[in-house]
């Protein structure tokens, strides 16, 4: 019923930065949350940003000051500005979103990950 597609990913020098796009399609009434994840190799999937329908924010400390997160309420689409990337946040990046559909029913749904790798 609803659909995230990502991009932006890549390979980018330390200190560099690049932006992540997720759009969300199907049958959607509202959004609540999005928000963005990682999971590096042998690590547990942590959370990095959650932006609010109202545009309240939230990062994990390692991030704070380098990623900017926004939002697009009318084409159901958030980003993730990254800044000063460093080696350690290479990871696989997955958006994730609280969905109210058309048919009444609410979901959690994930996208299919965008790969971040910071190396020179």
């Known amino acids: 019923q609803v659909q995230l597609v990502e991009s932006g990913g890549g390979l980018v020098q330390p200190g560099g930065s690049l932006r992540l796009s997720c759009a969300a399609s199907?049958?959607?009434?509202?959004?609540?949350?999005m928000g963005w994840y990682r999971q590096a190799p042998g690590k547990q999937r942590e959370m990095v940003a959650v932006?609010?329908?109202?545009?309240?924010?939230n990062y994990v400390d390692s991030v704070k000051g380098r990623f900017t997160i926004s939002r697009d309420n009318a084409k159901n689409t958030v980003y993730l500005q990254m800044n000063s990337l460093k080696p350690e946040d290479t990871a696989v990046y997955y958006c994730?979103?609280?969905?109210?559909?058309?048919?009444?029913?609410?979901?959690?749904?994930w996208g299919q990950g965008t790969q971040v790798t910071v190396s020179s």
């Open positions: 932006i609010t329908k109202g545009g309240s924010t």
């Open positions: 994730n979103t609280g969905v109210w559909t058309v048919g009444g029913s609410y979901g959690a749904y």
């Open positions: 199907g049958r959607i009434f509202t959004i609540y949350d």
